[in-house]
C-alpha cells in the first residue's frame, strides 16, 4: 500500500513540475506537414465505425476534455471519432479557416484548400491499435480534395512517425524558445504558402 502511495505522489509530483516548467522553460523543434490526396486501397476503413461527434457524445469524456471539445465545435471545427464497444476509443480535430498552433504561439490560417488536423487523442485502454493512423487515413479519404496540415514536435518521435506512415511529409520546421516572458522564434526551414498564413497569436 505505501508502495502505490509512493508511485501515485510521485506521479502527481512530476505532473506539477512539468507543469512549472513549461511556464518557465520551454524549448521544442516544431513541425508542420502537408499530406495531399493520394489514391490507394484503404477499404480497411470500411469496417471502422468513425462518425462526427456531438455534444451528448463528450458527456462520457472528463469534465476538462469535454468542456475543451465543445470550446473547439462553438469555434465551426468538427470532432471526428473512433467508436469501439459503443465508447470513444480516439478523436481528432479539424479546422476549416484557422487555428491557433500553441506550440509557435502564432495563428494558422488556412489556406482555401485546406484542413487543419490538431489535439488528436488515443485514451489508454485503446493504444496499440493504431487509431492515429487509422483517423488520419480516413481524413485524407473524408478530405480527399483538400490539403491536410498538421503539426509535431520532434520530439514526438511516436507521433511523428505514424503521421509520416500516414503519408504526410514536412514543409516546415521551427525552433521556439520561451524563457518566462521573453519569446524566440526561429524559421528554419519555412516556404511561403506557410509563412504568409501565420500571424501573432494573442
Known sequence: ???????????????????????????????????????????????????ILNEKDLESLSQKKSQTLKGEMA????????????????????AFKSHAIREINKIFILPTEGIYIFNCYTFEKYRGKHLYYIMLKFLSREYKNLDKYIVVSRDNKISYHVIKKAGFFKIAEFKYKKIFNKEELLMI???KEIREHLIKFE
Open 1 to 51: 500500500m505505501e508502495n502505490f502511495q509512493r508511485i501515485v505522489f510521485s506521479k502527481i509530483a512530476n505532473k506539477a513540475l512539468n507543469k512549472i516548467k513549461r511556464k518557465v522553460y520551454i524549448k521544442d523543434e516544431v513541425l508542420i506537414l502537408k499530406q495531399q490526396y493520394k489514391q490507394e486501397d484503404i477499404n480497411f476503413l470500411d469496417n471502422i465505425d468513425i462518425k
Open 75 to 94: 469555434q465551426g471545427n468538427i470532432i471526428y471519432g473512433i467508436i469501439i464497444n459503443d465508447q470513444i476509443a480516439h478523436y481528432s480535430c479539424v
Open 189 to 191: 526551414d519555412v516556404p
